[in-house]
């Protein structure tokens, strides 16, 4: 069974471009969460997607967006990005999201450097 | 908000030897914890789920507890080995589903 799948695994963007980051979960997995990871803030919590429509969302800017497909699919979008925007982004997959059994599986992440 | 917090922020101790990884977190209104690895520049490694009924759960030489109503967790690892070298983290899901992280604990196993 595929894990999830983050693409690309790595990007140079220069500041005041934009990014789209693409995530595939588990096959079956409705759920997809997207977290920043960086040495000085560790693991935030972006936004999660449910069947197509955002559940929550964490405290970033406007300018981190994303949306989910109907084959659970996600994108992660940033525009105008900033340097303090490079980090580790990482999707997670889960099943149906907040119950008791859900487990929440990570992909490899997206290396950002924004230059 | 939960806060988590994870003691000690390093850890490194020969191989061979048992140790224990500590986790608390103030919000106990929690569905479960898991417990990740996660090796440089890596992604994140579900090692164990516990859910918020369980108190504890195993898998090989890990085993983690879970003490909900005092906000505590511990993570296990017997007879540790250099392979186990990572960062641990533990992170305990709220009904909102997103889950909340402490900076972890990084180990060094040495040869």
């Known amino acids: 069974k595929a894990g999830v799948t983050q693409t690309p695994r790595y990007l140079i963007k220069t500041r005041g471009q934009q990014v789209t980051l693409s995530c595939s979960p588990i096959?079956?997995?409705?759920?997809v969460s997207w977290y920043q990871q960086t040495p000085g803030q560790g693991l935030q919590f972006l936004f999660e997607?449910?069947?197509?429509?955002?559940?929550n969302k964490g405290n970033f800017p406007g300018r981190f967006s994303g949306r989910q497909f109907s084959n659970s699919r996600s994108e992660m979008n940033v525009s105008t990005l900033e340097l303090g925007d490079s980090a580790l982004y990482l999707c997670?997959?889960?099943?149906?999201?907040?119950?008791?059994?859900?487990?929440?599986?990570f992909g490899q992440g997206t290396r950002l450097t924004v230059v | 908000k939960q806060e988590v917090t994870q003691i000690p922020a390093a850890l490194s101790v020969p191989e061979g030897e048992n140790l224990v990884l500590n986790c608390s977190f103030t919000?106990?209104?929690?569905?479960?914890l898991q417990w990740f690895r996660q090796d440089p520049g890596k992604g994140l490694t579900s090692l164990l789920l516990?859910?918020?009924?369980?108190r504890e759960q195993t898998s090989g030489r890990l085993n983690a507890s879970l003490d909900k109503s005092s906000g505590r967790s511990t993570l296990y690892i017997a007879a540790s080995q250099p392979g186990d070298s990572a960062t641990y983290l533990c992170?305990?899901?709220?009904?909102?589903?997103?889950?909340?992280f402490g900076t972890g604990t990084r180990l060094t196993v040495i040869p």
């Open positions: 919000d106990s209104a929690i569905y479960n």
């Open positions: 096959s079956g997995h409705r759920s």
């Open positions: 992170s305990p899901q709220t009904g909102a589903n997103n889950l909340f």
């Open positions: 997607y449910f069947s197509e429509t955002q559940r």
């Open positions: 997670a997959s889960s099943l149906f999201g907040a119950t008791a059994n859900t487990e929440a599986f």
């Open positions: 516990i859910q918020s009924s369980q």
